[in-house]
């Protein structure tokens, strides 16, 4: 033990006790004491994708990015198109650094206060330093800090919130709007990150817990853990960032080239955008691809992709157990030659050798609820 | 028969010089959902505390050690197709490989049921 090592504090969020009170494992995760499962994981999972879960999402950074011009400042930082957002819709995009590397993803919003953004937990503070150090000081940013964020997930979960709120049904896919929750003000997205149908619900600190528990009276409702958040989102094919997404990786190389928004595509003046765009024209060097990995042996992220030569191409990014598909799965940077769907590639995992082929993702078929889809 | 506890969480059941090897119901539970255990195969010489066995849960692989030094005489086969046997019956039929002790010795250094069951209340 050294006095110069830091003890690396970890936070505890406003559900803590309502987790643990329900059972949940908790472990660190991005700062803070987080619930991994509470029954299992593949139970949960299974749970999710055949009702609905509530996931506690607290950790992610909620902002605020409100005055004049704000949009247009924010179009500098990202490569979506903001100024052409209605209110009450929302766009997934990318903070990029100069070099196109990707810094984080986030949701965005527009709202009547301001452009209402969604971060991830791990690099909330680093994104609010770079957008105070980026932004125009005419524009301000909040970091909603006594907020949390709950995610109700699956194909029940629009019949257990509008069994509480009615008017959420009808939200279509990426649309938001405020909502009175049993009496707690609520900002209601129709969103998330399980490849489902579902909602972001963003209530105050001090009313999370009893909207918590409200929710999980509903029987179509449990408690999900990270656990199975994680096996949900790779099914779905969504990059983590710090895993599938860093700042060495663009968003053509992660196959996220729909986040460039069209208009942004043929204007430009986004971080990176030269050689971003150069590289949606003549491919990137490696790309993200989803892969069936032969066996029952999950592979994980840090295993190698080799060539025949046994040489390292490229790796894996996340990998795992589908719950759904009950077979091991895995995200990959494959070299563009090897991306189609179809190429058989081998991987080197712990000095074993593996056998797996590229497939298009999502691995399990998203089921959102999009706008003019039936019912 | 007699069984025998590491602090990694692996019973032994000894019979003679054969035994019997698995994890516990507290080590199954720890782990969580397993979809993978890979178990030496007969004739596989093992070293006590070093790795004899695989398990993969949803979230993350793990080595199993050997709690005593020995030869294989048999892994446990049903494992590889339902790896879940761990979790339903991890001190039954979710065992993981049978073999013969080289030391018997070893096994003073291990803690029996009793002392076991109480050190994991400790944890």
Redesign the interface.
């Known amino acids: 033990m050294s006095d110069a090592d830091p003890v690396p504090e970890i936070d505890t969020l406003p559900l803590d006790g309502w987790h643990r009170a329900r059972g949940a494992r908790m472990v660190a995760f991005a700062g803070y004491h987080m619930p991994?499962?509470y029954d299992?994981?593949?139970?949960e999972?299974l749970w999710t994708r055949a009702h609905a879960g509530l996931f506690d999402v607290s950790h992610m950074g909620q902002l605020l990015i409100s005055g004049e011009g704000a949009d247009t400042a924010l179009e500098a930082l990202l490569p979506g198109d903001l100024t052409g957002l209605g209110s009450g819709r929302m766009r997934y995009s990318l903070l990029l650094n100069e070099a196109g590397g990707i810094l984080d993803d986030l949701m965005v919003t527009r709202r009547d206060d301001g452009l209402y953004m969604v971060v991830n937990g791990a690099t909330k503070y680093d994104d609010i330093g770079h957008l105070r150090e980026q932004l125009p000081d005419e524009v301000t940013l909040n970091h909603l800090d006594e907020a949390a964020l709950l995610a109700l997930q699956g194909p029940e979960a629009v019949q257990a919130l509008a069994r509480i709120a009615p008017d959420v049904s009808a939200l279509s896919f990426m649309e938001a709007g405020a909502f009175d929750l049993d009496g707690a003000p609520a900002w209601i997205s129709r969103s998330g990150y399980t490849g489902e149908d579902g909602f972001e619900i963003s209530i105050d600190a001090g009313d999370a817990e009893r909207i918590a528990t409200l929710l999980c009276d509903q029987p179509e409702v449990k408690p999900v853990g990270l656990?199975a958040r994680?096996?949900l989102r790779l099914e779905a094919g969504l990059p983590l960032y710090g895993h599938d997404l860093d700042e060495e990786t663009t968003p053509i190389a992660a196959d996220l080239g729909f986040a460039l928004s069209k208009r942004r595509r043929e204007e430009g003046g986004f971080p990176g955008a030269e050689r971003i765009l150069a590289e949606r024209e003549a491919g990137p060097i490696l790309k993200r691809v989803g892969l069936l990995v032969e066996g029952?042996?999950?592979v994980?992220e840090g295993a190698v992709v080799i060539d025949q030569d046994g040489s390292e191409v490229g790796r894996v990014t996340s990998g795992?157990?589908s719950?759904t598909l009950e077979r091991?799965v895995a995200m990959a940077y494959v070299p563009l030659a090897a991306a189609a769907p179809g190429t058989r590639i081998r991987l080197n995992h712990?000095a074993k050798l593996f056998g797996a082929q590229v497939v298009p993702l999502p691995f399990v078929p998203t089921r959102y609820h999009r706008k003019g889809a039936p019912k | 028969m007699t069984r025998y506890f590491t602090k990694e969480h692996e019973w032994i059941e000894v019979d003679g010089t054969a035994a019997t090897v698995g994890i516990t119901d507290y080590a199954q539970s720890q782990l969580g959902d397993l979809v993978f255990v890979e178990v030496p195969a007969a004739g596989t010489k093992v070293t006590q505390g070093g790795e004899a066995a695989v398990v993969e849960s949803v979230k993350a692989a793990s080595d199993v050690y050997a709690p005593v030094s020995g030869e294989v005489t048999e892994g446990n086969a049903a494992l590889a197709d339902q790896p879940d046997l761990v979790n339903s019956a991890p001190e039954g039929e979710g065992w993981f490989f049978k073999l013969t002790l080289a030391d018997p010795g070893e096994l003073d250094g291990l803690m029996d049921e009793a002392a076991y069951r109480a050190w994991v209340e400790t944890l």
């Open positions: 991994i499962q299992g994981i593949i139970a999972h656990g994680d096996s029952r042996q999950p994980r795992g157990f719950p091991p712990r």
